[in-house]
């Protein structure tokens, strides 16, 4: 029986994520699945997706449901019983025997025929079981947080003690949501020419520069494919932004590029400088930032050339994503507590040499899509500790300065900022959670 081609790229997407630790975004926008119809991925999009987002709470329902152990299934069969489960209790739209069928076809494709009757028995099962709706109001614990909007309870806990309840329930909600797509454009010429191709746009809440896609596929616009249009989430634009204007500008921790780009756009005069570890993605970079003027590099950001003469350095340093996660939900299920003190060092490390790289009266920003406090204050404090001739600049004034010249549109400053440090939240602000704190050299 043929399988749903979105099904079939769907089950195949979320083995790869789980097996090999692979991101869906980036899966779903690679060249393998660019042959399915446009109607086709977005049901692959919102199964994915969806299965990532809602995984803890699909999983309670199949292990009701099942008389073995979630943990004792092979990781095909329950892929595919969550594919079902997903569809049966959260897409309405989609016929029972449909998502069920497909789900069996599914096992068998992936050569486990045994298991086929008991995905068959146990998605039916919770077919007739029904589904029953989240409350609209619920208990603001941590346990009742975390099952109601299927997130690991530590993390739940740890927002909690550092934002309070209103705001974890804030993320936690936010995290469940489908993220609206920013774009950030190279100029105003360009929102015609991506109408005519059927995208609608809406103006950004944060920045100028920014838009909102309203509708249609940008993905496949000939500005995008050209690098004339970015995919980026407003906050991370407006981390670039933060960077400023300067003569030789260090991005040094580059890859994916829309900073680097957003950078290359501010400063069309400057030689810009983007350094990236790994060289598949720095060959990636040279291929997606166009901009004569940015020059990547392979290199560790650790032990780059070269030293003391560049007067604007951006560290935008490899991080949990905790700012992320309704972009990228499976990273809520790979990360542990323990990888927030590792990657506590390497930021440390990183950062220690981005400010190596400043001239004397250069600035640095450093920033994470986190918003754990190990990989944002508690770096900037171990790191300023230990540093002589380097200050923290309060990030206010830098708003201040993009909003007088009119590219912050945001009205509420006071909200964007904790302290001395730019922090954008999840469900408090129409953007993922930033981070960024602004450095000087002496």
Not at 33 to 56: C, I, K, N
Not at 66 to 81: F, H, Q, T, W, Y
Not at 121 to 138: D, M, N
Not at 350 to 371: D, E, F, H, N, W
């Amino acid at each position: 029986m043929a399988i749903s081609p979105a099904r079939s790229a769907a089950f195949d997407i979320l083995l790869r994520v789980e097996l090999r630790n692979a991101y869906a975004s980036e899966l779903l926008h690679s060249g393998r699945w660019e042959q399915l119809s446009t109607a086709d991925r977005g049901l692959a999009t919102e199964l994915v997706m969806g299965v990532l987002r809602w995984r803890s709470r699909l999983d309670e329902a199949i292990g009701a449901a099942s008389a073995r152990p979630i943990g004792k299934l092979d990781s095909e069969v329950l892929n595919a019983l969550r594919l079902g489960t997903y569809q049966l209790q959260y897409l309405n739209r989609i016929p029972a025997h449909a998502a069920i069928n497909d789900s069996v076809e599914l096992v068998k494709r992936a050569q486990k025929r045994s298991a086929a009757p008991f995905a068959n028995a146990v998605l039916r099962k919770i077919a007739a079981a029904g589904f029953e709706p989240h409350p609209e109001s619920i208990a603001w614990t941590a346990p009742s947080l975390a099952r109601e909007f299927a997130h690991p309870q530590w993390l739940v806990e740890r927002w909690i003690t550092a934002f309070g309840r209103e705001r974890a329930w804030a993320i936690c909600r936010q995290d469940q949501q489908i993220p609206h797509t920013a774009v950030r454009l190279d100029s105003a010429e360009i929102e015609p020419e991506l109408q005519a191709e059927g995208i609608e746009l809406a103006p950004g809440a944060l920045l100028a520069s920014a838009r909102l896609v309203v509708s249609g596929d940008v993905t496949r616009t000939r500005a995008l494919q050209e690098g004339r249009v970015m995919i980026q989430d407003e906050a991370s634009q407006l981390v670039a932004a933060l960077v400023g204007r300067g003569r030789r500008i260090l991005d040094c921790c580059a890859a994916p590029g829309g900073k680097t780009a957003a950078l290359a756009a501010r400063n069309p005069n400057a030689e810009i400088v983007a350094a990236e570890l790994h060289a598949h993605r720095a060959e990636l970079m040279r291929k997606r930032v166009r901009a004569a003027n940015v020059h990547v590099i392979q290199g560790d950001a650790l032990s780059l050339p070269g030293s003391g003469d560049f007067d604007r350095v951006l560290a935008d340093v490899p991080c949990s994503g905790t700012g992320t996660l309704a972009r990228n939900p499976e990273i809520k299920w790979r990360l542990r507590p323990e990888d927030l003190s590792d990657l506590h060092s390497r930021q440390v490390a990183i950062l220690r040499a981005a400010l190596q790289q400043l001239a004397p009266g250069g600035r640095a920003v450093y920033s994470t899509c986190s918003v754990e406090r190990e990989e944002n204050e508690a770096v900037v404090e171990e790191v300023l500790h230990e540093a002589d001739g380097y200050r923290l600049c309060d990030a206010g004034d830098e708003l201040d300065r993009l909003r007088s010249t009119g590219e912050l549109v945001w009205s509420d400053l006071d909200s964007l900022l904790s302290g001395r440090f730019l922090r954008t939240i999840p469900g408090i602000q129409p953007c993922a959670g930033f981070f960024a704190a602004v450095f000087e050299r002496a």
